[in-house]
């Protein structure tokens, strides 16, 4: 890839996310003001669950078809395999581990909570898995601006639905908004669909030969994504458990609010995604300039929200949400830290230390379950987000330490922009003559 091509890719990415950061925001707002705490505090474990359960049923699988599409592997072959073992399984596992939980877990809080809507995530999570494999084929096989389309439909489909349903039925506020979620789980994976039968054949095929190699990838990935999908949503299910679906509401607002910032580093890296697989020529330049820019944008977005974050909640929100604003506070040290994994992973996928990376994510789940289970009993919500702002911060630093001795580049090369960078963005970003 070129630099101009970066460059020009970059700004596509980043007025993509802001148009998601807009989008998302609103559908927030709405659900917030019109669902209050409780029945958002539901939305929100009910919209967690397929990120664990298919993390849990075949992360590693999305990570590996992800690894082999940036290698130029058929799609068909690939597709093929994701519905086999992505789909499918992620289905069995979901209708099983419902059986289970109406059989055995009734006297369960989150049981009592989830109710009939558990029956939903039937529907959910191969609709999730499939949806995430799609945006992953199309962003490892280059195609950033389909990648982008993608996810600015995936955050406007909801709201839309969202309005259409409510106006209908005012009353049933919170079925509008689970009707709305799957639809756009739906349309997304149905147009991802399209998109990359456009692109290429993906006519269903079978290669025992690799579909071995594409599982043993995936076998050595998946506990990295499952850990790193317990570290960011474990947090929802300790709630759950040990508190009520109005603090549930309260934590939802504090980590959806943070969560926006993740424009940033999905912004860096979505153009960068296939060079990072590849590990091609110049990448020890471009991985740290990339995680300098990066940490230096998130760094202001994070002391900006820490400033305005409490008015921001009440005005939005309402004055009901603000007790989400102290768990804010104690979840920005994590976002932040958290800018430099999402290169950082990438970039160690493509040097093949998939075991690693599962050791160091295994590492801060089992931490960040410790401290979260230790501090929500004493401070609630607030305990829930130190927790996580550990965890993370740990799970950075193990990253940074080992791309330091793989690459041979220092630390301080790598955190926050430097002069020479912003004499290259200058020439970059200059016409051509």
């Given amino acids: 890839m070129k630099s101009n091509d970066y460059v020009r890719q970059l700004i596509l990415s980043i007025g993509t996310k802001l148009a998601m950061l807009a989008l998302r925001l609103l559908r927030n707002v709405l659900l917030a003001r019109i669902l209050g705490p409780a029945d958002r505090g539901l939305f929100a ?9 298919g993390a849990i049923t075949s992360g590693g699988l999305n990570t590996a078809v992800g690894y ?5 592997h058929p799609m068909g072959l690939l ?13 069995l596992a979901t209708l099983f581990g419902v059986e289970m939980m109406q059989l055995f877990g009734q006297d369960l809080a989150i049981m009592h909570q989830l109710g009939p809507f558990a029956w939903l995530l039937l529907l959910a999570v191969p609709l999730f898995v499939l949806k995430s494999a799609l945006l992953t084929l199309h962003n490892a096989d280059g195609r950033v601006g389909t990648f982008n389309g993608l996810r600015l439909l995936e955050s406007l489909v909801p709201l839309l639905l969202f309005l259409a349903l409510f106006w209908m039925w005012p009353h049933a506020a919170l079925s509008a908004a689970l009707i709305s979620w799957l639809g756009g789980l739906a349309l997304v994976a149905a147009v991802g669909l399209c998109l990359l039968a456009r692109y290429h054949n993906i006519r269903l095929r079978w290669d025992s030969g690799s579909q071995g190699e594409l599982l043993r ?15 960011m949503r474990a947090d929802y299910l300790l709630i759950g458990l040990l508190l009520d679906s109005e603090k549930l509401g309260y934590y939802a607002m504090a980590t959806a609010a943070a969560e926006l910032l993740s424009i940033v580093p999905e912004a860096v890296t979505t153009p960068l995604m296939k060079r990072l697989l590849q590990q091609g020529e110049g990448i020890d330049q471009l991985t740290p300039l990339a995680l300098r820019l990066t940490g230096t944008a998130m760094l202001a977005a994070c002391l900006s929200l820490a400033l305005v974050g409490e008015w921001l909640i009440v005005t939005l929100f309402g004055s ?31 040097k093949e230390r998939p075991g690693t990376l599962s050791v160091f994510a295994g590492g801060a789940a089992a931490l960040d379950l410790l401290l979260a289970v230790l501090l929500i009993p004493r401070w609630g919500i607030v305990g829930a987000a130190i927790a996580s702002s550990v965890a993370y911060t740990a799970l950075a630093l193990a990253m940074l330490l080992l791309y330091g001795r793989v690459s041979g ?12 960078d912003l004499r290259l963005l200058r020439a970059q970003l200059r016409p051509a003559t």
């Fill in 409 to 420: 580049i220092a630390i301080g090369q790598t955190l926050l922009i430097l002069p020479s």
């Fill in 217 to 231: 990838f995936g076998s050595r990935s998946h506990p990295d994504v499952l850990f790193q999908q317990l570290l």
């Fill in 45 to 53: 474990l009910l919209g967690a669950l397929p990120e664990l359960i």
């Fill in 320 to 350: 009901a949400f603000q007790p989400a604003y102290p768990a804010l506070l104690a979840l920005l040290p994590g976002m932040f830290s958290l800018c430099y994994t999402s290169i950082l992973h990438l970039d160690l996928l493509g």
């Fill in 79 to 91: 597709l093929t395999l994701m519905l086999i073992y992505g789909c499918l399984a992620s289905a």
């Fill in 68 to 72: 082999q599409a940036a290698r130029q």
